[in-house]
Structures are given as structure tokens and as C-alpha cells.
């Protein structure tokens, strides 16, 4: 999940009745530090060296999530401060805090960060933060730890911690269940992550300019696209104006019955696999704005996030590079 794109989406939806999903909410909210929309003010350090003691050390490491909305969060308390943190396979630092909720001194600014919305935030890292818990694990002493005001998101949750990111288990497959609402991490190499399940598909997946972004090959009907997976979103289609007058045409989009100004998708294959109806989804003609960032260069491409994964438990295997679609995973947004 990145940070300029959610923005603009979340103020045109705080007027809208709960049931109405974030479509977009991913794919920009938070990898600021590597889009343009970052002023430098002193050095930032790179993903790897923000929060480093926040890494998996277990082989199997079990963690108990809540669904809001279409986001997986995990509980957690930061320097005494109980809330939840958006576990986010978008966001490539361990941890970020929000400063709003955990009021934080003695940090240094590192830039400004812009939202969609045209809003602006400081962007700070604090050298050391003390008692940072997530479930059952314990870190009693984190350093160089990165910081924002995003009350802004305390509209999906009040006690919004920050983020769980990628690097805090890259070591690890993540097995996602919405339905037993479990995230359970495999050290690769060793559990076996797929014992007693039935494997729907088994899909090699490839990154580019970061690693935490995985895309593989998609089609709707006969037009290829990209699909990019990440657990921080809803989900979009982004397509020129013409290749959305080509879908309608096609009945590969059709209007939702569900969610006004959406459209339910239809005949999505994934590396040749087919998949269920997608419903709700946003469709968007204008440039995608995580685009840059994650290095997506193709016009018709489609972010896959709760829309799809509320249909199967998964697991993002991202030492080996594979995403696994496993049976049966079905939950509801609450």
C-alpha cells in the first residue's frame, strides 16, 4: 500500500454509507519514500535499515487478524499504546507509525509526503522507540523508525497504529485465511505451508522496481493485462477509455448492483487460470498513480487486493516467488 492515491479515494468515501468499498486504497499509500512527491530534508534511510529489529525469528509464526473493511489488521501496542497495525505485503519497511496516535519525540525530519488529495505530511524518523508488540511477539528496543501523521486512516479504525510491512517477514511465506481471520508465516524452507490443502493455482509471480510488489500475467477476454497483488487494497482496474468502451461492449464489466459507480468483472484468467466474478470493482481511466513506483508501464492493468482474496486463503511465498490460490477462503467485508 502506498500513500498519494488512497487519499483522494478516502475523502470522496467519508460521505458514502459504510458498505461502500475503498477500491484504491493500495497501491500508493506508503512506499513516499520512493516517488517524487518526497522533499528531501536529511537522509533517509533505506527500506532495509528502517525498524531492522522487527524480522520474524520463528520457523512458523502464527498471528490472529482482524477484517475491517477490506484490510487485514493485526493487534499490536507501540511504546504502551494498544491499536492495530495494517499488515500491508505494499509496504516494504517493517513498521511505520502513526504519530497521531502514538505521539513521538526526537525525530528527525526526512521529507514532505503529499496525498492525492493535493494534503501534505511531514515525514519523520525517530531513532529509537521503545515496547513495540504485535500479537505474541515482543521488540523491546526498535531503532530508526519512520513516522507520519495519518489520521487520516483513523476513518477506517480509530486506534490506527501504522503499518506491518513486507521486510518484517520477507523471509517467510505468509499464509492468509480470512476466513479463520489467520496469518500464519513460514520460514522458507521449512514447514510445509501447503499440507492438507488444495492447491487451485500455483502462480510464478515477478517484481520490478520493488520487491514487495508481486505481478503476474492476466487476460479479460482477449485483452492482456497485469495484475498486481497487494493485501492493502480493495482492488481497481486501470484502462484507457477506449479499452473500458471495449469490456462494457465485451460484457467482461457490467454495473454493479451492489456499489453505485462500480462494475463487476467478468472471465478473468490469471497465468490461465480462471477466476471467480469480481465484483465492486473501480475503474479507472486515468493513469495509475503508483505506477511509477512499482514500475507498471502497461495502460490496462488490474490491482488485485481484497476483490479477489476474499475468495481463497493464500499464500505470498516471496522467497520463492509464488502466490498460491488455496480452497475454500470465502469471508464478507463487515
Known sequence: MMIADLTGRLLRRESLPPPVRSAGLALILLTTATTPAIAQADRRPS????????????????LPITMIREYPFVDASIAGVAGKLMLDTGYEPALMVNDHRVPMS???SVGIGSFGSGQTFEVRIVPEV?????????????TEVRTQDARLLETITPDFLGWLGYN????????????????TFYRSGGADFLAG???????????????????????????????????????????TEEGKAR?????????????PDTFDLHGLTVDGHPMPVLSGISVQTDPSPSAGPVGLTESDHLTLGYNLLQHFKTVWDFPQRH??????GLTSIP
Open 168 to 183: 518484517a517477514f520477507a523471509t517467510h511465506a505468509l499464509k492468509l485465511d480470512y476466513g479463520a481471520l489467520q496469518a
Open 106 to 108: 526526537g525525530g528527525r
Open 47 to 62: 527500506a532495509s535499515e528502517i525498524a531492522p529489529q522487527v524480522r520474524l525469528m520463528d520457523d512458523v509464526v502464527t
Open 323 to 328: 502466490i498460491y490460490l488455496l480452497a475454500p
Open 247 to 259: 469490456l462494457l461492449s465485451e460484457g467482461r464489466l457490467t454495473p454493479s448492483q451492489t456499489d
Open 130 to 142: 521503545s515496547d513495540v508488540r504485535v500479537g505474541d511477539l515482543s521488540f523491546p528496543r526498535v
Open 197 to 239: 490443502e488444495r492447491v487451485v493455482a500455483r502462480l510464478a509471480f515477478s517484481t520490478r522496481r520493488l520487491p514487495n510488489h508481486p505481478m503476474t500475467p492476466a487476460r479479460l477476454g482477449e485483452m492482456s493485462i497485469l495484475a498486481a497483488w497487494d493485501t492493502g487494497q480493495y482492488g481497481d482496474l486501470y484502462t
